[in-house]
């Protein structure tokens, strides 16, 4: 079953506090009612046999046959959406199920994943043009505090029009309960650091950290996403060498927090790389949420065994570092 609520479309700005970006996740989470109709427990993680096919597929999203479902058509400039599909796993290929997943744009569409980690948001509408959506809408998986949000521009293709599209390679969503963490209070009058033991670290300054409104705990949370359980993203580039997951999604950063990456790649000192995010409603387009890309430029450190980043990261989100093309 599908929940659908309208919301304005958001303008752009220069830079937008991260609790102001948020009404859609308070409006999602209020779907667990729906979930409870269509008899999903969304707290449940079902103990299935593991996925057979969680490599990520060369074509992650492909428009399928229509079988009777006809896109919506568009009176103004759009993109007409019918239904998305895919399905949601963790790290060891289990279904995850009962994850709120969603379509936003010019509104939002949620539904909760079934007992095979499967989803079929029917949309059914016209999502409008929008500096903060690329392609009009994205797709999100908000589970819980044990694992990361993520936003997903699966429309990379730019197709106007689509009844159904499938997005073939699972999503993989880890657990924090494999990562660090620290709490992080916004009005935590000391510079709090978030590391992994492996080679990450984020520096945040003091009084820094925006939280989301739906954020109770004010922790920050790290994980690093095996690089076979990437998410699906389109690049705009070469695909990032580490990339790690980090919590609250859509957490603002009023000032520029400094990241160090492991060297993966074992890249000679003095290396320029680039430092890579998903976008998210904190990142104010730069880049669009649900979009990876370049948000900053880095090196490598002179022992050779670090990645910094030259000026740090203003939000929290999936971050890592490729090599440049």
Known sequence: MTSRRRSEIRRPHIRRPARAQTWHRALLFAAVTVGVACGVDPSAELDASPADDVEMAADASVPEPDGGIQAPQCSVPGYAIGHLRGRVIDTQGTPLSGIHVNVCGSLCLTALSDVSGRFDIAVNE????????????????????????LFYDYNFAGTRSFA?????????????????????????????????????????????????????????????????????????????????????MDTGLRELATLELPNVTSSAPGTR?????????????????????????????????RITADHGIRFISWVGYRLPR
């Open 126 to 149: 016209c999502m409008a043009e929008s500096p903060d959506y690329a392609h009009g809408a994205v797709f999100s998986a908000l589970s819980n505090p044990t694992r990361p949000d």
């Open 164 to 248: 159904i599209l499938d997005i073939t390679a699972p999503i993989v969503l880890p657990s924090f309960t494999s990562g660090r963490f620290i709490a992080a209070p916004s009005a935590s009058a000391t510079a709090v650091t978030l590391t992994d033991g492996a080679g990450f670290s984020l520096r945040v300054p003091p009084r820094a950290v925006d939280y989301p409104l739906t954020v109770t705990d004010e922790v920050l949370r790290v994980v690093r996403v095996a690089a076979d359980r990437f998410p699906p993203l389109a690049t705009g580039g070469a695909a990032p060498a580490v990339l790690y997951a980090v919590g609250p």
């Open 273 to 305: 790389v680039e430092i890579v995010a998903v976008g998210t409603h904190a990142s104010a387009n730069t880049p669009p949420i649900g979009v990876l890309a370049r948000i900053d430029d880095g090196h490598v450190s002179s022992d050779g065994r």
